[in-house]
């Protein structure tokens, strides 16, 4: 790929990063207050998929996979972290897919593990999918960002990331399960510190492509 091609796209996929974390959160809120009786700390954020209002919710899905895919093969280009960088930023585009996908496959009210449908089945399988590889995508790109100079003072914060992702990960899979309360809070904590995380190296990217000779990544 020549410079002047990664220069037009390169700044475009760091900007669905950028955007992605932000669309979340405010299509999120929106669906919350349109939602009588929405409890945000013991319901999921999937509850707002279906009835009133619900395309709101599955809009939010599938923008924001979307856009979380996109700059996934932004990360894969432009960093020279070997094959564990390339499998996370791999791992962020399956959890962008997946988002995507849970835009058509509601859950049933209440979102039950125990599927009546159809949609809540493929919801179920799609959502442990998206939560795992989410959890490990951090992590996977962090050890790989010491062999990239340019990156490699975000390799302790990834790090830090992946490890609280993954913990914050297990505590919400225990509260989903009926072993603790306030699965609503959970599953925000969790989904919060990767997605900050998305918007912190989103910028690092912007800013690679603004200043600097954004690099494609080699194998």
Excluded at 14 to 37: D, E, I, K, Q
Excluded at 74 to 100: C, D, K, M, P, Q
Excluded at 141 to 164: E, F, I, P
Aim: hydrophobic share 50%; net charge positive.
């Amino acid at each position: 790929m020549n410079n002047c091609h990664r220069s037009r796209h390169v700044p475009l996929l760091a900007l669905c990063g950028v955007t992605a974390p932000v669309l979340m959160l405010a299509l999120w809120t929106l669906a919350s207050l349109m939602r009588p009786g929405y409890n945000q700390l013991n319901q999921y954020g999937s509850e707002l998929g279906s009835g009133p209002n619900a395309i709101i919710m599955n809009a939010n899905f599938f923008l924001t996979g979307l856009l979380i895919m996109a700059f996934a093969a932004g990360l894969f280009r432009n960093i020279h972290g070997g094959r564990w960088a390339g499998t996370g930023s791999t791992l962020l585009a399956v959890f962008g897919a997946s988002e995507a996908a849970g835009g058509f496959f509601p859950c049933d009210p209440g979102c039950p593990i125990a599927a009546q449908s159809f949609s809540q089945l493929a919801h179920n399988v799609d959502a442990v999918i998206a939560f795992v590889a989410l959890a490990l995508a951090p992590l996977l790109v962090s050890m790989g960002l010491k062999h990239d100079s340019y990156w490699q003072r975000y390799q302790s914060y990834s790090l830090v990331t992946g490890l609280a992702t993954i913990g914050l990960f297990s505590i919400f899979s225990t509260a989903s399960l009926g072993y603790l309360g306030l699965v609503g809070l959970l599953q925000r904590l969790f989904l919060a510190v990767p997605f900050v995380w998305i918007e912190v190296m989103a910028t690092k990217l912007l800013r690679a492509s603004k200043y600097d000779a954004p690099h494609p990544r080699t194998l």
